[in-house]
């Protein structure tokens, strides 16, 4: 059974940065394209971003866009989001999904608080 | 952006019956509809993928149809552990949008 395991999340101020990483194992990470979504506390969720298996194509929501990058490493199973410029709005736990959110990870939270 | 519309935003139900959930996209997106459950404090679990194909593992009780704009998902007789929020995810254009999910409750 596929797996993703997430973890990076922490407490960080206003305009900090952070790394994200996603670890999946159990299935061929590297023919597959992953996506990033988060569920800010008590709310639904919303999709931040898409990459393809090789990394070719790239999407971001406009709300992340300019401050978010994912990557990922195929050799390494792993899918990476980079953030920055990070705000009290992006507080949320982040999922990495497989495909079309297929498998989902347990999630890491993210608190942007001073 | 593609809006998804879910309803009902919650409802109660008893052990047994048959339970309907819907979502609407602002526009059509063939059958890229996929629709999950969540519980407390837990990381969601798909359903259904391509509007009405069941992901291994999940009980024949859930079925999902629909394409173009309408999807419903469907638990064909409740059962205690269907106590969840349920939403939808379109993937037919970027950006992914999800309904707001609709909660159910055990009688």
């Known amino acids: 059974e596929a797996q993703l395991v997430e973890s990076g999340g922490s407490l960080v101020q206003p305009g900090g940065s952070l790394r994200l990483s996603c670890i999946a194992s159990?299935?061929?990470?590297?023919?597959?394209?992953m996506n990033w979504v988060r569920q800010p506390p008590g709310k639904g969720m919303e999709w931040i971003s898409y990459?393809?298996?090789?990394?070719?194509?790239?999407y971001y929501a406009d709300s992340v866009k300019g401050r978010f990058t994912v990557s990922r490493d195929n050799a390494r199973n792993s899918l990476y989001l980079q953030m920055n410029n990070l705000r009290a709005e992006d507080t949320a736990i982040y999922y990495c999904?497989?495909?079309?959110?297929?498998?989902w990870g347990q999630g890491t939270l993210v608190t942007v608080s001073s | 952006d593609i809006q998804m519309t879910q309803s009902p935003s919650s409802l109660s139900a008893s052990v047994g019956d048959r339970v309907t959930i819907t979502c609407r996209a602002s526009?059509?997106?063939?059958?890229?509809l996929g629709w999950y459950q969540q519980k407390p404090e837990k990381a969601p679990k798909s359903l259904i993928y391509?509007?009405?194909n069941l992901q291994s593992g999940v009980p024949s009780r859930f079925s999902g149809s629909g394409s173009g704009t309408d999807f419903t998902l469907t638990i064909s007789s409740l059962q205690p552990e269907d106590s969840a929020t349920y939403f939808c995810?379109?993937?037919?254009?970027?950006?992914?949008?999800f309904g707001q999910g609709t909660k159910l409750e055990i009688k």
């Open positions: 159990e299935f061929p990470f590297k023919d597959f394209e």
């Open positions: 526009q059509g997106i063939s059958t890229w």
């Open positions: 990459i393809d298996s090789s990394s070719a194509t790239i």
């Open positions: 391509g509007a009405s």
């Open positions: 995810q379109q993937y037919d254009d970027f950006p992914y949008t």
């Open positions: 999904t497989k495909s079309h959110a297929s498998t």
